[in-house]
């Protein structure tokens, strides 16, 4: 603004602003990588200290030669997640946030093959058996990570994808979890047979209801093993643009 006094004309300088403040006039996309795999993320300001950001995960990998009591397993881990927060920033020219949120789709798990090679011992619940060497023996394995759906999310973190000084990039980067809740566990022999030490007497292992007695007493003490796990950690690191949308 200018303004005149007598013939001298002096200036007010415009105070600057400080980025975004109008709700909703800015979006930001981005992607990273985390525990849940690669992710895509969007936001918008919903105001000077709020942003409303949605992200989804996927990630397929397999395992192999995983080796548990005597049983070997050969694994697919697929993870796809879908969520949202709110990014509630108390400095708002700095990036540090703390960020409550919901995963509202979750496929997490992992599954599997489950073999043992004839003539090798394995053990369930601790009996030792010894797979057929004409009958070997296979199966199946689950485990799913995703036991509550939808799950409470919390993280904390630096970086805005929405920088209030007005840049365009930012490299946000967030540490928390997801509370998904105690992993499930199940696993089933289906084909083959189990014999004593000698290899003279055997069993199927599908119907035997001795074996499968020693087979579900195992599969809970690994499902006691993995029920620590119900916290889902996040740790992202990524990269984000944002512009002007009105």
């Known amino acids: ?31 990273g990588v985390s525990p849940l795999g690669i992710n895509m993320q969007a936001a918008v300001n919903a105001n000077r200290y709020l942003n409303v950001r949605g992200v989804g995960n996927f990630f397929n990998y397999t395992v192999n030669n995983i080796s548990t009591n005597g049983l070997n397993i050969n694994g697919k881990l697929n993870f796809a997640t879908a969520g949202a927060s709110v990014d509630f920033y108390p400095f708002p020219n700095h990036g540090f946030r703390l960020s409550p949120g919901g995963m509202f789709y979750n496929q997490n798990n992992v599954t599997a093959n489950v073999a043992v090679a004839g003539g090798t011992k394995f053990t369930l619940n601790g009996y030792n058996y010894y797979a057929s060497s004409t009958k070997p023996i296979t199966g199946t394995a689950g485990l799913g990570l995703n036991s509550r759906n939808p799950a409470f999310t919390m993280t904390t973190g630096w970086g805005n994808m929405i920088p209030r000084r007005g840049a365009h990039w930012s490299f946000p980067f967030e540490i928390g979890a997801a509370f998904v809740g105690s992993p499930s566990l199940n696993m089933a022999l289906t084909s083959g047979q ?23 007493a195992q599969v809970a003490k690994y499902r006691n093993d993995v029920s620590p796990f119900q916290y889902y950690p996040i740790i992202n690191v990524g990269a984000a643009y944002s512009f002007k949308v009105r």
């Open 1 to 31: 603004m200018m303004s005149t006094t007598g013939t001298g004309i002096t200036s007010t300088p415009t105070k600057p602003t400080n980025g975004p403040i109008r709700p909703f006039s800015h979006v930001a996309f981005g992607g």
């Open 194 to 216: 189990a014999c004593d030490s000698t290899g003279v007497y055997c069993m199927d292992v599908a119907t035997d209801p001795t074996i499968q007695a020693n087979l579900q």
